[in-house]
């Protein structure tokens, strides 16, 4: 059955129904007409055959005239008998329960009997040995010098062989069978020719409508002629212009949109530079200051650290974004960085640490640096104590598990906790966060991948989030509660291959 | 007490750095473009230049370029960001460090006691005991007390960095150093700094002192683990 | 697409009944029909009267036609289960003048034939008839003379 449909395949669909269509009209045409034909030289011929029989017989019984006995003698029947046979037939005459004749008297139905009986010339085609034959029946009257017609009692009955017939009817059912497969053939052809035609441009549609979707915004159809599908063609290239302009529209304004961000964020940065560079002035001078005074300087510190930290975390954002992002990679023992962060924060103490040494990995140490640094402090400000960090080697991979023993991430907050400005806990006053760190912490994360462009500039980036190349391994970060309580983040990195 | 030229444009940014580092103990000499800083720089020397690369006029990297063609006081350079082409630009026309704006005093602070640290000319932080004696390897000669370095007997003009730099190698001939234990050593950041800072460093220290910087033979590179001095 | 292939398939099968197929009886002209040459003679068969024919060299007068009758039937017409009631002691026979039409002149009173004989012989002679040309004075009618008496006009029953 499996060859059966690999064969019909290529036909389903509108081929099948243009070929049966035109096979079926065809087949159909050609059978009445072939039929209707046939049927009617069928009639024809034996029609022909039977009269010349019958005549031919009647001929031959009028030259039996005058009888001379009745009852006719065996010998006169034998004459008799001789008399209608020619050679194309085989005579029986019969009088009472004589017989004489080749004629085999099962030939001869009751039927037939009944009709001769009332004085009518009759006939009949039946199957003599498997043979199709005629048989002419008739009585045999006698004028009386009166003028009266009188039945002798005699009756005649010849057979005539049809098998020339016969042949003549198969020779031509013959032809109309083979005229009929000729039609078919020529209608599955004339079929396939015009569902070419048909098919061809609706298979050139279907391409450009594919290459569209897969994100060829230029292809087009070739328009050819003038009718329906020459239409469909023209709008469908209207439509994809249509498409492609509104498409470059929007990227022209999303990447409008993201300079804006960009430009505002980097306009910030002035000022605060400004402000920033004084604040370790202030913060060493609050505790000198008179309240509220004192009091006045930490706030207004406290708020410039917090914008400065917002600020540069956009501008994070907006080099994601824009795939300015680069990786400086470098080839790192993985616990040392790791403990490297935490003893910069002075962390060291707070969390528990499974960092086997000799781990290496091909890494960005300040990318590095700023996903642990934002998990771990997320840990111990947002989860509860233990923290725990633990580094392990799996082939192609180097991962990394932050997990806490606090009450772990709400359901719903789970699949938004990456998502920029998320803050989970809204009860929070104030955050100490700009809730773009677990979203900076991922996309450092996904920085991190293995195809030959790892460390130049991802510049085609744009857009291509959904549509990571197969074969690529990227690094990924995620989130999720322990089944002891807690949460748990996990940050893989893939090994890259050094260059050579 | 050291000497702080600082190269600014920015009037806020300026003023507040200068606030800073005087309150941090520096005497500053501040200037709002390229041109000042030079003539500043004839008029009266600095230990230590702070330069913003973004500069009306001469841009920073020019700047860069000449004060270090004619000394080898280190320079600082102040990015607003800290993507591929102002780091390695500034990197490459000679400065010894970078910070990015915008920078808390303490960060700069650190930096410049880093940077001068390598001179030797830092008077908080002494210097270590000097070993005498001059080192010879190959056609190079290193005086770790005086240091200066000479190559076939002509001392060669290294920034401080990149002397620090060699010193650090040499003094371990043969051992391979990875880029973060270099970046704590010499440049005395912590741990996860960027690399970039030691690749530029060791590309103008193998222009000056390699006979075939595409071929060294001094400063090694050993892929994947760091740099290594020798063996010859 | 089901109804076509419906409608091919009766086309078809109204095609498979190919062939010169046995049929029923069809009729058409009447009977063919010729004259005699012999003797018309009625024999009795199962109480019904049977023409007969007997070959003769001309076509018989009456009187030789009602002559054979008198003679009986022959050994076939025997064997076909003919009989007759027709004694031969009516002979000799010959055309009568009794004034009445046809008369047959019997050698015995025709009262003392039966009443099947009688038929026998009337039936024998009106055909019989038809082949001579009969005498201005016989009539239409038929009678039987014989001894004295007369019996008629007789009429030719229709025979089975």
Request: with cysteine; charged share 20%.
């Amino acid at each position: 059955m499996k060859w059966l449909r690999a064969f019909v395949a290529p036909f389903r669909g509108l081929r099948l129904r243009l070929l049966l269509g035109f096979a079926g009209l065809c087949v159909l045409t050609a059978a009445l007409v072939a039929g209707g034909m046939y049927v009617l030289a069928r009639r024809e011929i034996l029609q022909q055959s039977q009269d010349a029989s019958v005549a031919s017989l009647t001929r031959q019984i009028a030259t039996i005239y005058p009888l001379r006995t009745l009852p006719p003698t065996k010998q006169s029947m034998t004459d008799i008998a001789d008399q209608l046979t020619t050679r194309g037939n085989d005579v029986r005459v019969e009088y009472q329960k004589m017989s004489v004749g080749d004629l085999s008297g099962s030939t001869i139905t009751a039927d037939l009997r009944e009709v001769i009986g009332n004085g009518h010339m009759a006939w009949q085609r039946v199957d003599y040995d498997g043979t199709p034959a005629l048989i002419v029946g008739t009585e045999i009257m006698v004028t009386e010098p009166g003028q009266s017609v009188r039945p002798s009692g005699v009756d005649v009955f010849a057979g005539y062989q049809l098998l020339a017939e016969e042949a003549s009817i198969s020779q031509i059912s013959d032809i109309a069978w083979g005229i009929g497969a000729l039609a078919l053939l020529l209608a599955m052809l004339l079929g396939i020719v015009v569902a070419r035609s048909v098919l061809g441009p609706v298979r050139e549609l279907r391409t450009a409508a594919v290459r569209l979707g897969a994100g060829e915004l230029s292809s087009r159809v070739p328009v050819h002629g003038s009718d329906e599908l020459a239409e469909v063609a023209r709008t469908f290239n209207n439509t994809a212009q249509s498409l492609a302009e509104h498409v470059a529209e929007l990227r022209r304004m999303e990447a409008d949109a993201r300079r804006f961000v960009a430009d505002v964020s980097h306009e910030l940065r002035t000022p605060l530079a400004a402000m920033i560079a004084v604040l370790d002035v202030l913060d060493d001078q609050a505790s000198h200051l008179p309240e509220p005074t004192g009091e006045a300087v930490r706030l207004v510190s406290q708020g410039t650290h917090n914008l400065t930290r917002l600020v540069n975390d956009l501008i994070e954002v907006t080099r994601f974004d824009s795939g300015t992002a680069a990786l400086a990679l470098d080839h790192i023992d993985l616990a040392v960085a790791i403990r490297a962060t935490l003893r910069a924060r002075g962390w060291t103490d707070a969390v528990d640490t499974d960092l086997p040494d000799g781990i290496m990995a091909r890494v960005d140490p300040r990318r590095l640096d700023v996903i642990v640094a934002n998990l771990v402090g997320n840990a111990l400000r947002h989860g509860a104590p233990p923290v725990s960090i633990r580094l392990t080697a799996e082939p192609g991979w180097r991962i990394i598990e932050v997990a806490d023993n606090g009450p772990g991430l709400a359901a719903d907050v789970l699949p938004q906790v990456f998502n920029r400005f998320y803050k989970a806990d809204t009860a929070r006053a104030r955050s100490e966060g700009s809730g773009l760190g677990l979203a900076i912490a991922w996309e450092n994360a996904r920085l991190h991948r293995t195809d030959d462009r790892v460390a130049a500039r991802a510049a085609d980036r744009v857009g291509d989030r959904a549509g990571d190349r197969a074969g690529d391994r990227v690094g990924s970060l995620v989130a999720a509660n322990r089944p002891g309580g807690g949460a748990v983040f996990t940050l893989r990195l893939p090994t890259v291959e050094e260059p050579s | 007490m050291s000497t702080v030229l600082l190269i600014e444009d920015d009037k806020d940014i300026r003023d507040g750095l200068a606030l800073a580092l005087t309150w941090q103990g520096h005497t500053v000499h501040a200037v709002e473009s390229g041109e000042l800083g030079l003539a500043a720089l004839a008029a009266n020397p600095a230990d230590v230049v702070v330069l913003d690369l973004m500069l009306p006029g001469i841009d920073g990297f020019e700047v860069c370029r000449r004060i270090r063609a004619s000394t080898n006081l280190p320079i600082i350079m102040v990015t607003a960001r800290n993507d591929d082409i102002d780091v390695v630009g500034g990197l490459e026309a000679g400065a010894d460090d970078y910070v990015v704006k915008p920078v808390q005093a303490r960060v700069l602070e650190a930096r410049i006691r880093a940077v001068l640290r390598r001179t030797g000319a830092d008077p908080a932080h002494p210097t270590e005991t000097r070993k005498t004696g001059v080192e010879r390897h190959g056609t190079l000669a290193i005086d770790r007390a005086g240091l200066v370095v000479s190559r076939d007997g002509t001392p060669v003009g290294l920034a401080p960095t990149e002397l620090r730099l060699l010193l650090e190698l040499s003094a371990s001939p043969g051992q391979v150093l990875s880029r973060q234990q270099l970046l704590e050593s010499v440049w005395e950041q912590a741990y996860l700094g960027d690399s970039r800072l030691v690749d530029a460093c060791v590309q103008r220290l193998r222009a000056k002192i390699e006979d075939d910087p595409a071929n060294p033979r001094y400063v090694q590179t050993v892929r994947g683990f760091g740099y290594r001095f020798g063996p010859l | 697409m089901i109804k076509r292939g419906v409608l091919l398939g009766l086309v078809v099968l109204a095609c498979v009944g190919c062939g010169v197929r046995p049929s029923g009886v069809i009729s058409g002209l009447p009977a063919p029909s010729g004259p005699v040459n012999g003797a018309t003679l009625f024999l009795i068969r199962d109480d019904q009267l049977v023409p007969v024919l007997r070959a003769t060299t001309t076509p018989p007068t009456m009187v030789q036609a009602v002559t054979l009758l008198a003679q009986g039937p022959t050994q076939d017409e025997i064997s076909a289960a003919l009989r007759t009631q027709v004694p031969a002691g009516i002979l000799p026979v010959s055309l009568g003048n009794s004034g009445h039409g046809t008369t047959l002149d019997l050698a015995v009173d025709p009262n003392l034939l039966s009443t099947m004989a009688i038929n026998q012989i009337s039936c024998t002679a009106r055909d019989a008839q038809a082949n001579q040309i009969l005498p201005i004075t016989t009539g239409p009618e038929f009678f039987l003379a014989g001894a004295g008496r007369t019996v008629g006009p007789l009429r030719c029953p229709p025979t089975g």
